[in-house]
Structure formats: structure tokens, C-alpha cells
Nanobody, 122 residues
Framework: QVQLVESGGGLVQPGGSLRLSCAGSGAPLDYYGVAWFRQAPGEERERVSCIDSSDITHYADSVKGRFTISRDSAKNTVYLQMDSLKPEDTAVYYC????????????????WGQGAQVTVSS
């Protein structure tokens, strides 16, 4: 069983950067795929990025080239580095883990963090 705690959200101006952290406990996140989702008010939840157990990464077109997902095995943490932020990136961001070692094509995630608010505004 995996527990996830997110941190790093906040308020940033357009063009700025934030790094979200997803700290795992209960199991090494290295064994699993890990995804970042976001949901803005009135919008559907969107998977923005994921990383599998082989550290293969995937990105939604909306964030490709601006966001980078990575993992630090020593800290059992997965990060989402968000650069060149836009107002439309404003959302609650969640990390999530399936009972699987990969993430592409996986739509059922078993474990979720509590969410981190990201607000991009001038």
C-alpha cells in the first residue's frame, strides 16, 4: 500500500516556475508508475504527466516542453517541475500511483495524494 503526500503548490506569476513534490511512504515509488493529474474548477481531470518504473516519461500536449517529471529514489519522491507557467495551468494538482509498474495507457489509479493548489496569476 502506498501513501502519497504532495507539497510545493502556491501562487506564481505567468512565466514563473514551481516544483511540486510527491513523497511516498509504505512502498518504494521506484516499483510503480507515478502520474500527475490536475483539475481546474468546472473542468475534467487531466493527466499532465507520468513516469514509469523504468523512468520513461509521458506528457500531455498541453504541458509538453514546459513541465518535467522526475524521481529521486533516495527520497522516495517524484517531482513535477513546472516552467513557463500560464494562467490556464491553474488547478489542483494530484499525484497518483497505480498498482502497476508503468503508467502510459493506465487510467485506474489506486493511490492519490491530497492535492496541491497551483495558481498562476499576475
Amino acid at each position: 500500500q502506498v501513501q502519497l503526500v504532495e507539497s510545493g503548490g502556491g501562487l506564481v506569476q505567468p512565466g514563473g516556475s514551481l516544483r511540486l513534490s510527491c513523497a511516498g511512504s509504505g512502498a518504494p515509488l521506484d516499483y510503480y508508475g507515478v502520474a500527475w493529474f490536475r483539475q481546474a474548477p468546472g473542468e475534467e481531470r487531466e493527466r499532465v504527466s507520468c513516469i514509469d518504473s523504468s523512468d520513461i516519461t509521458h506528457y500531455a500536449d498541453s504541458v509538453k516542453g514546459r513541465f518535467t517529471i522526475s524521481r529521486d529514489s533516495a527520497k522516495n519522491t517524484v517531482y513535477l517541475q513546472m516552467d513557463s507557467l500560464k494562467p490556464e495551468d491553474t488547478a489542483v494538482y494530484y499525484c497518483a500511483v497505480p498498482d502497476n509498474s508503468w503508467c502510459e495507457g493506465i487510467y485506474d489509479y489506486d493511490y492519490w495524494g491530497q492535492g496541491a493548489q497551483v495558481t498562476v496569476s499576475s
